[in-house]
């Protein structure tokens, strides 16, 4: 039997990642087990689609707390009582505390919209769409205690076309985030991420992109 790791994933809104996450592991994709879904807004429609796949979920709203590592510490608590082995960050808008980086070194992933380490923080989608950015994408890290700059385990590259509005350009990099998150998660899965200072090092690569042409944007007559 394969293993299947025990994941925590947190999210606040949509839950557009987390489907994807299902449905990778629904379709045999993904050696994953999700031992909850945890969200901090009652009504974030990602809770809905993790009871459509009943995948148990609990709401720990984070008003009323006295700081962030206490609102920290109960949601440490709950995932580590559900026997979580990698937390993933799907769309959880909040700023982890070094408590709860600290309480699962090296086994947080977030995905950001962009890639990394350009247009850190909120809105990295608009960030590359006003600077005026040939290719935008997005990138899957594991989390360190710096804002989206922990070491980097996939990305993937999107053209910004020149009919875009900041929308368009958003849905092709979430198109993206949708195949890059669930295979972080799997070679996370198969013990496959060895982490190196800054960088990540994927064992047992099935090839490398060093064939591929490069993309140009806008192409080359
Ligand atoms: C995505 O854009 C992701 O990159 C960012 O938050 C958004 C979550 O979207 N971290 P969804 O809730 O998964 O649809």
């Known amino acids: 039997m394969k293993r299947h790791v025990p994941i925590g994933v947190l999210l606040s809104g949509g839950g557009t990642n987390l489907q994807a ?34 995948i148990p979920t609990t709401v720990i709203d984070h008003r009323g707390h006295a700081s962030r590592e206490a609102y920290d510490q109960v949601v440490v608590e709950h995932l580590q009582s559900q026997g979580v082995e990698l ?14 980086v600290q309480s699962f070194p090296n086994r947080i992933m977030n995905i950001h919209p962009a890639l990394s380490p350009a247009f850190a923080g909120l809105h990295g989608q608009r960030q590359a769409f006003e600077y005026g950015v040939r290719f935008a994408g997005c990138t899957v890290h594991f989390v360190s205690e710096g804002c989206d700059e922990g070491p980097i385990i996939i990305q993937a590259v999107v053209p910004v076309l020149p009919d875009d509005t900041e929308e368009t350009l958003a849905q092709r990099i979430l198109a993206q985030e949708h195949r890059i ?36 944007n806008p192409p080359l007559p």
């Open 181 to 216: 998150y669930p295979r972080a998660i799997q070679l996370y899965s198969e013990g496959r991420l060895v982490i190196e200072g800054r960088k990540v090092r994927v064992t047992g690569e099935d090839g490398d992109t060093r064939g591929e042409t490069a993309l140009v």
């Open 21 to 54: 996450i299902i449905d990778a592991i629904e379709q045999d994709r993904l050696d994953a087990e999700i031992r909850t879904v945890v969200s901090n807004r009652e009504s974030a429609y990602g809770l809905t689609r993790a009871r459509n796949h009943d």
């Open 87 to 100: 937390v993933v960050l799907a769309g959880f808008m909040r700023l982890l505390s070094p408590y709860f």
